[in-house]
């Protein structure tokens, strides 16, 4: 399929990880950018299918397999759970012009067996090792970057896409506040010990939001810095 078909799909397959649900109630960056996509795509006119966890929230048609996200129910094989999801978005491609994966690469490994145009956004590398399946299907899928500076020069690139936000979430003050905020997941890649440097050579305080996903890294390099005075976490929001 090449561009100028692509502009004429009127059904859409966008697959969201079920880590957790979509949109998410606290963290989910993925599934926070699948549910932008979904509900923009909608209110465009297009006829939109969400494949996510059944307690979802969309304006699309919901396609759901997995009850609750794992990271929510962990009584669930996370492993387990995400074959069912990919598998079930495989077995009723058929049924749209185009699949949006937001799901990383795992999906990639179905593009050989099914008919339809997948989309791939790359939502970034956790690995190395995980540039493997993208290379491989390179020529089965199509790829967009989320920044120039996040691309793999190997890899064909349709474009880049920025992650943007609903700013009807948000409420934007009229002047600068007199605190320092990090939000984010609490990991090396993101640099948290970082901003708590930066504060205290600021003289400001810091709020820190966002789940710890590296526990070593927070008790280690973070930890440390919280005083519950200048600098204070309050978990995920």
Request: net charge negative; charged share 25%.
């Amino acid at each position: 399929m090449n561009i100028e078909e692509l502009k004429k799909t009127k059904k859409i397959a966008v697959l969201s990880p079920v880590a957790w649900r979509t949109p998410p109630r606290q963290y989910g960056a993925w599934e926070t950018v699948a549910s932008n996509i979904a509900e923009g795509l909608v209110e465009r006119g297009w006829d939109v299918t969400l494949f996510a966890t059944a307690d979802s929230i969309t304006t699309a048609k919901l396609h759901a397999v997995i009850e609750r996200g794992y990271e929510e129910d962990r009584t669930q094989d996370a492993k387990v759970v995400e074959c069912l999801q990919i598998s079930e978005m495989a077995e009723h491609a058929d049924q749209f012009d185009l699949i949006h994966n937001n799901y990383d690469f795992l999906p990639l490994t179905y593009t050989r067996l099914i008919n339809t145009p997948m989309l791939t956004t790359i939502h970034g590398f956790s690995s190395d090792q995980i540039r493997r399946v993208y290379h491989k299907y390179k020529n089965d899928s199509y790829y967009t970057s989320i920044s120039d500076s996040d691309r793999d020069p190997q890899l064909p690139y349709l474009g880049t896409v920025y992650n943007g936000i609903d700013l009807s979430n948000l409420t934007v003050g009229e002047k600068p506040g007199d605190k320092l905020v990090f939000l984010g997941r609490i990991h090396p890649d993101k640099g948290t010990h970082l901003a708590c440097e930066t504060a205290k050579k600021a003289g400001m305080p810091l709020v820190i939001a966002g789940i710890i996903q590296d526990e070593s890294y927070f008790n280690e390099k973070v930890k440390p810095h919280i005083d519950d005075k200048q600098i204070t976490y309050i978990g995920p929001v």
